[in-house]
């Protein structure tokens, strides 16, 4: 059997990867992107210096052909599901027997008056970034647009080279459709703390030509205008679908699949960001573009297609950021303002630049979700709470356990109780310490 | 273009080359760096403890405000920017031109010491400026390893002030550090130096004060003048000898189990301080490759294997067969180091079964390199041949010297940090590391953990790995790690964008973690 993979991002070199260890099955990736497989979140890190694509490559090159995984470094411009075709822009047509479809996303665009102007771009593709490596030079200022993950990244990325940065951000306060309040104005001061020109509630109203097909500045709702090289388009990104519609295959926002992963034709399947399922878990959401989500539906598309019928369960979520140098790790569900029948309890250090926040049931008082800035935390201990609907006390009597800090860093174990004390009157004594036995007698 | 600026940083985040501050903190150091240049090339310089001292703080300060400068101007976190596109720090020419220059200084050191000024009749250059120091020290004349020394301490100090500052939000890095500036200049540098300048009596040679450098890293701790010089010093020679076989037997043994090497590795060694500190601009330069791993594999396990046989070999030939004469006679030797090495081959096999990567083939060659040490030297010893070995033991001594003393860690080891990283001798080539490496992944308690599914494959782990090991191969599989190569710097979890990484020491479960994909995506039942 020939499995044929479109796009060589995590979630299809992960199906690939599993395909191979459950099976004998000849495989394909095909990529226009990049000859190997590179970690799609670290493209920061080669703007910025940290590493060379190559260190971003999680697989060494000889990986691939001793196992038996061919890739094909070629666009497919039309799928012919009738006849399991797949028409290619230079090389020969690829027949396959099944097919993943794991494209991945493509940057929003809003209909500004000026977004395909040349020096507007958004940051999502190797290409992207070789675009954004090319405006740089000579670069006086750039303005990005979007609060969210790529916007602050983009802003981090520019920032390490000494390039100033206009952040204009739709909402009043940082990324504050996903974080809480403390949260995000932590972020807010980090932001202006490096330098970054934050400009919260401002909207972009249109993107300047210079007069020869160039932006050279923008225009706010507040009717200032800005003058920069380099427009920033990070306002989200959606599956990056539009040369399969039209088609045999079902598409709305992205493609639907069912909990087997599979798309309105048998024999073709879809993975990751491009993906958006038929009947998402409570609380979750069909379409997630996340690293996790796109490297859980590799695993599992894999056992499909090799004949083990798994359905994707994406258990308790959990996704991590780090916002210039605060780390934020998230379990369970965390919306940014508190459910109702929910409580919240949110301790800040005094620094400002670490927090903790735990939302749980107002009457049973078990936890639902945690929300980490600046501190590291266990995944596996934070998820057996959540799953195991512990209540609040137990767990901040036991939350040094989960504590993931280096070594000799001050742990806040009793500030963090002694608050909670304050608020709800118990008396709590905290117990476990940081140790990985316990801990491991604990998750086991 | 006189646009205003609107960017409120305080970092001056326009500025793309060096700011003032920065500038003067260079100048400053370069006065100093010319200072010694030019006492190098022989000019004369008059009141030599001036210029030395002058040169020695130009150099510091110079070093220290320019790091300031760096660091201290913008807030707390990794500071990595950069480090790909600087010449100095990707192999480009200024990292060639520092590898060239470091590694000819060695070449000086080690074989033309008199053109470094090293004169018997009255030192003159570079070594003559050190005199007034090392009068004042220890009442002698400076020798070139003394300049060395002197130079080698006040780059751990400085740059361990710098890494400091680098790494300011990072407790471990901060003790860590503090660590090995403090064991090379009490441990290495100023007690040697005190105690040898106590010794008034004129007959008591020089032998190894460093309470810290052990067999066999210290291979040159049983040969004959060493221990000959320590037993005629008295009680301060017997008990260096005392704590010398403790330190190897007894205590490095127990430190290792209870924190793995890095109690040694990273936190108290003079070659790993100098890579920590100096070396930490150079750590991502390491190969990661699974070749380089292969190779290394091999080359520090022969080097420990060679300084295991040489040490045999010399101590062999330095004793006699009279009891009456030797404490230890070369019958008892040969039964004592016979007991050693088959207690260590089943102790090797007693740990090594509890281990589930174990690899038949390490196995098989690691017996099968016990039973060819111990036959030849048994064949040697039944035949009565005066050596250990067919190798008359001052050869072996002269190679080891000249090609693993001299050439591996000096010259590849220090001269090399611009082009192969900043651990290559602890990595292919230190007999101390495969030694404590070899405990370490038997049965020590260390390990890094990992954090459930958090890892995004990144790589800054592994890019930031001095050791070249691939730490992100086992954190995307959500694997605990256990390298026998691992020095428990801690770089790796601090780089770590996404929390994902913790060094730790516990005392269950070693193995269950490294085997198994840790594997949450698929359900257990449906998976199996």
Same mark, same amino acid.
Request: proline share 3%.
């Given at each position: 059997?020939?499995?044929?993979?479109?796009?060589?991002?995590?979630?299809?070199?992960?199906?690939?990867?599993?395909?191979?260890?459950?099976?004998?099955?000849?495989?394909?990736?095909?990529?226009?992107?990049?000859?190997?497989?590179?970690?799609?979140?670290?493209?920061?890190?080669?703007?910025?210096?940290?590493?060379?694509?190559?260190?971003?490559?999680?697989?060494?090159?000889?990986?691939?052909?001793?196992?038996?995984?061919?890739?094909?470094?070629?666009?497919?411009?039309?799928?012919?599901?009738?006849?399991?075709?797949?028409?290619?822009?230079?090389?020969?047509?690829?027949?396959?027997?099944?097919?993943?479809?794991?494209?991945?996303?493509?940057?929003?665009?809003?209909?500004?008056?000026?977004?395909?102007?040349?020096?507007?771009?958004?940051?999502?593709?190797?290409?992207?970034?070789?675009?954004?490596?090319?405006?740089?030079?000579?670069?006086?200022?750039?303005?990005?647009?979007?609060?969210?993950?790529?916007?602050?990244?983009?802003?981090?990325?520019?920032?390490?080279?000494?390039?100033?940065?206009?952040?204009?951000?739709?909402?009043?306060?940082?990324?504050?459709?996903?974080?809480?309040?403390?949260?995000?104005?932590?972020?807010?001061?980090?932001?202006?703390?490096?330098?970054?020109?934050?400009?919260?509630?401002?909207?972009?109203?249109?993107?300047?030509?210079?007069?020869?097909?160039?932006?050279?500045?923008?225009?706010?709702?507040?009717?200032?205008?800005?003058?920069?090289?380099?427009?920033?388009?990070?306002?989200?990104?959606?599956?990056?679908?539009?040369?399969?519609?039209?088609?045999?295959?079902?598409?709305?926002?992205?493609?639907?699949?069912?909990?087997?992963?599979?798309?309105?034709?048998?024999?073709?399947?879809?993975?990751?960001?491009?993906?958006?399922?038929?009947?998402?878990?409570?609380?979750?959401?069909?379409?997630?573009?996340?690293?996790?989500?796109?490297?859980?539906? @590799? %695993?599992?598309? +894999?056992?499909?297609?090799? &004949? !083990?019928?798994?359905? $994707?369960?994406?258990?308790?979520?959990?996704? /991590?950021?780090?916002?210039?140098?605060?780390?934020?790790?998230?379990? @369970? %569900?965390?919306? +940014?303002?508190?459910?109702? &029948? !929910?409580?919240?309890? $949110?301790?800040?250090?005094?620094?400002?630049? /670490?927090?903790?926040?735990?939302?749980?049931?107002?009457?049973?008082?078990?936890?639902?979700?945690?929300?980490?800035?600046?501190?590291?935390?266990?995944?596996?201990?934070?998820?057996?709470?959540?799953?195991?609907?512990?209540?609040?006390?137990?767990?901040?009597?036991?939350?040094?356990?989960?504590?993931?800090?280096?070594?000799?860093?001050?742990?806040?174990?009793?500030?963090?109780?002694?608050?909670?004390?304050?608020?709800?009157?118990?008396?709590?004594?905290?117990?476990?310490?940081?140790?990985?036995?316990?801990?491991?007698?604990?998750?086991? | 273009?006189?646009?205003?600026?609107?960017?409120?940083?305080?970092?001056?985040?326009?500025?793309?080359?060096?700011?003032?501050?920065?500038?003067?903190?260079?100048?400053?150091?370069?006065?100093?760096?010319?200072?010694?240049?030019?006492?190098?090339?022989?000019?004369?310089?008059?009141?030599?403890?001036?210029?030395?001292?002058?040169?020695?703080?130009?150099?510091?300060?110079?070093?220290?405000?320019?790091?300031?400068?760096?660091?201290?101007?913008?807030?707390?976190?990794?500071?990595?920017?950069?480090?790909?596109?600087?010449?100095?720090?990707?192999?480009?020419?200024?990292?060639?031109?520092?590898?060239?220059?470091?590694?000819?200084?060695?070449?000086?050191?080690?074989?033309?010491?008199?053109?470094?000024?090293?004169?018997?009749?009255?030192?003159?250059?570079?070594?003559?400026?050190?005199?007034?120091?090392?009068?004042?020290?220890?009442?002698?004349?400076?020798?070139?390893?003394?300049?060395?020394?002197?130079?080698?301490?006040?780059?751990?100090?400085?740059?361990?002030?710098?890494?400091?500052?680098?790494?300011?939000?990072?407790?471990?890095?901060?003790?860590?550090?503090?660590?090995?500036?403090?064991?090379?200049?009490?441990?290495?540098?100023?007690?040697?130096?005190?105690?040898?300048?106590?010794?008034?009596?004129?007959?008591?040679?020089?032998?190894?004060?460093?309470?810290?450098?052990?067999?066999?890293?210290?291979?040159?701790?049983?040969?004959?003048?060493?221990?000959?010089?320590?037993?005629?010093?008295?009680?301060?020679?017997?008990?260096?000898?005392?704590?010398?076989?403790?330190?190897?037997?007894?205590?490095?043994?127990?430190?290792?189990?209870?924190?793995?090497?890095?109690?040694?590795?990273?936190?108290?060694?003079?070659?790993?301080?100098?890579?920590?500190?100096?070396?930490?601009?150079?750590?991502?330069?390491?190969?990661?490759?699974?070749?380089?791993?292969?190779?290394?594999?091999?080359?520090?396990?022969?080097?420990?294997?060679?300084?295991?046989?040489?040490?045999?070999?010399?101590?062999?030939?330095?004793?006699?067969?009279?009891?009456?004469?030797?404490?230890?006679?070369?019958?008892?030797?040969?039964?004592?180091?016979?007991?050693?090495?088959?207690?260590?081959?089943?102790?090797?096999?007693?740990?090594?079964?509890?281990?589930?990567?174990?690899?038949?083939?390490?196995?098989?060659?690691?017996?099968?390199?016990?039973?060819?040490?111990?036959?030849?030297?048994?064949?040697?010893?039944?035949?009565?041949?005066?050596?250990?070995?067919?190798?008359?033991?001052?050869?072996?001594?002269?190679?080891?010297?000249?090609?693993?003393?001299?050439?591996?860690?000096?010259?590849?080891?220090?001269?090399?940090?611009?082009?192969?990283?900043?651990?290559?001798?602890?990595?292919?080539?230190?007999?101390?590391?495969?030694?404590?490496?070899?405990?370490?992944?038997?049965?020590?308690?260390?390990?890094?953990?990992?954090?459930?599914?958090?890892?995004?494959?990144?790589?800054?782990?592994?890019?930031?790995?001095?050791?070249?090991?691939?730490?992100?191969?086992?954190?995307?599989?959500?694997?605990?790690?256990?390298?026998?190569?691992?020095?428990?710097?801690?770089?790796?979890?601090?780089?770590?964008?996404?929390?994902?990484?913790?060094?730790?020491?516990?005392?269950?479960?070693?193995?269950?973690?490294?085997?198994?994909?840790?594997?949450?995506?698929?359900?257990?039942?449906?998976?199996?």
């Amino acid at each position: 059997m020939h499995v044929a993979i479109i796009g060589n991002g995590v979630s299809g070199i992960t199906a690939a990867r599993y395909i191979r260890k459950l099976s004998d099955h000849k495989i394909t990736v095909i990529s226009s992107e990049s000859d190997y497989f590179f970690s799609r979140t670290a493209l920061m890190y080669i703007y910025m210096g940290h590493m060379r694509l190559k260190d971003t490559q999680p697989y060494e090159d000889w990986f691939w052909s001793k196992n038996r995984i061919e890739l094909l470094k070629d666009h497919v411009q039309e799928v012919n599901f009738s006849n399991n075709l797949l028409k290619m822009q230079t090389g020969p047509p690829v027949r396959y027997d099944k097919l993943i479809i794991a494209v991945g996303s493509s940057s929003n665009k809003f209909g500004w008056p000026g977004q395909d102007l040349d020096r507007v771009q958004g940051l999502y593709s190797l290409q992207d970034l070789q675009l954004m490596e090319q405006y740089s030079q000579g670069l006086r200022r750039a303005v990005i647009v979007g609060g969210g993950l790529i916007g602050i990244e983009m802003a981090e990325m520019l920032h390490s080279r000494h390039i100033p940065v206009t952040l204009l951000v739709r909402e009043k306060s940082f990324w504050d459709i996903v974080m809480p309040a403390e949260e995000s104005a932590m972020i807010n001061r980090h932001i202006l703390e490096h330098g970054i020109d934050l400009r919260l509630g401002t909207e972009l109203k249109e993107i300047i030509d210079d007069g020869s097909g160039k932006a050279c500045g923008v225009v706010t709702n507040l009717e200032e205008e800005i003058d920069c090289q380099l427009v920033g388009l990070t306002a989200g990104v959606h599956p990056n679908v539009d040369f399969l519609r039209d088609n045999q295959l079902v598409i709305q926002k992205g493609i639907l699949v069912d909990d087997f992963l599979q798309t309105n034709i048998p024999n073709v399947f879809a993975i990751g960001d491009c993906a958006q399922m038929e009947n998402p878990k409570p609380g979750r959401r069909p379409v997630e573009a996340i690293w996790y989500t796109g490297r859980m539906m @590799g %695993e599992v598309v +894999a056992y499909n297609i090799c &004949g !083990q019928q798994v359905p $994707y369960d994406p258990g308790i979520w959990f996704n /991590s950021a780090k916002f210039l140098d605060i780390e934020y790790q998230v379990y @369970g %569900e965390m919306p +940014a303002t508190v459910p109702e &029948g !929910q409580s919240t309890f $949110y301790w800040e250090h005094p620094g400002g630049k /670490s927090s903790i926040r735990i939302n749980y049931e107002t009457q049973t008082q078990h936890v639902k979700g945690f929300n980490f800035m600046g501190t590291r935390f266990r995944h596996e201990v934070c998820e057996k709470w959540i799953v195991e609907k512990t209540p609040i006390k137990e767990v901040l009597m036991n939350f040094a356990m989960a504590n993931f800090d280096p070594e000799f860093y001050k742990e806040y174990h009793q500030n963090i109780c002694q608050e909670y004390e304050k608020i709800s009157g118990q008396v709590m004594t905290s117990t476990k310490s940081r140790n990985w036995n316990q801990v491991f007698e604990f998750i086991k | 273009m006189s646009e205003s600026n609107q960017s409120m940083s305080l970092g001056n985040p326009d500025s793309t080359t060096l700011d003032l501050v920065q500038k003067i903190a260079a100048a400053i150091g370069g006065l100093g760096l010319l200072i010694l240049l030019v006492s190098w090339v022989g000019v004369d310089l008059p009141n030599k403890g001036f210029w030395l001292i002058i040169s020695l703080i130009t150099i510091s300060l110079g070093t220290t405000l320019y790091a300031y400068q760096t660091y201290l101007n913008s807030p707390e976190g990794v500071k990595n920017n950069g480090v790909w596109f600087r010449s100095l720090t990707n192999r480009g020419l200024i990292g060639w031109i520092a590898g060239i220059v470091i590694t000819g200084f060695y070449i000086c050191l080690y074989w033309f010491p008199q053109l470094v000024g090293l004169h018997a009749s009255g030192n003159i250059g570079l070594v003559a400026l050190f005199d007034p120091l090392s009068q004042l020290l220890k009442g002698v004349p400076a020798s070139q390893w003394f300049v060395y020394g002197t130079l080698y301490t006040m780059a751990i100090l400085i740059f361990g002030i710098k890494f400091i500052w680098k790494y300011r939000h990072n407790r471990y890095q901060v003790i860590r550090t503090i660590s090995v500036m403090f064991f090379q200049t009490f441990f290495a540098y100023l007690i040697p130096e005190i105690i040898e300048s106590l010794n008034t009596s004129t007959n008591i040679n020089w032998f190894d004060k460093d309470l810290k450098n052990m067999w066999p890293l210290d291979y040159d701790f049983f040969f004959k003048w060493h221990m000959d010089n320590m037993t005629l010093a008295g009680k301060l020679g017997t008990v260096m000898l005392i704590f010398g076989l403790l330190m190897i037997f007894v205590i490095s043994p127990i430190l290792t189990f209870k924190f793995g090497k890095r109690w040694y590795c990273s936190w108290v060694c003079g070659c790993g301080g100098l890579a920590e500190t100096a070396g930490d601009s150079f750590r991502h330069l390491s190969d990661k490759t699974l070749r380089a791993w292969r190779i290394e594999r091999w080359v520090i396990h022969l080097v420990l294997l060679f300084s295991f046989v040489m040490t045999i070999a010399v101590i062999y030939s330095y004793l006699g067969n009279d009891p009456n004469q030797y404490y230890l006679t070369r019958s008892g030797f040969t039964i004592l180091t016979t007991a050693l090495l088959l207690a260590s081959a089943g102790a090797y096999l007693f740990f090594q079964r509890k281990q589930k990567d174990q690899q038949k083939n390490t196995t098989y060659i690691i017996l099968g390199a016990v039973l060819f040490i111990l036959g030849l030297y048994l064949v040697n010893y039944f035949s009565g041949s005066g050596s250990a070995y067919f190798f008359n033991s001052e050869k072996l001594k002269s190679w080891y010297g000249f090609y693993i003393g001299a050439i591996f860690s000096g010259i590849i080891g220090v001269g090399f940090y611009p082009i192969l990283g900043s651990r290559v001798w602890c990595r292919f080539g230190c007999p101390m590391a495969a030694l404590l490496g070899i405990q370490q992944k038997l049965f020590s308690r260390f390990r890094i953990t990992t954090n459930g599914s958090q890892c995004i494959s990144c790589g800054n782990c592994s890019t930031y790995c001095e050791m070249g090991i691939d730490v992100r191969s086992y954190a995307q599989k959500g694997q605990n790690i256990v390298r026998a190569s691992c020095v428990g710097c801690g770089i790796c979890a601090a780089v770590c964008p996404r929390g994902v990484l913790r060094l730790e020491n516990g005392s269950i479960d070693l193995y269950e973690k490294t085997d198994d994909l840790h594997n949450i995506q698929v359900p257990k039942s449906s998976s199996s």
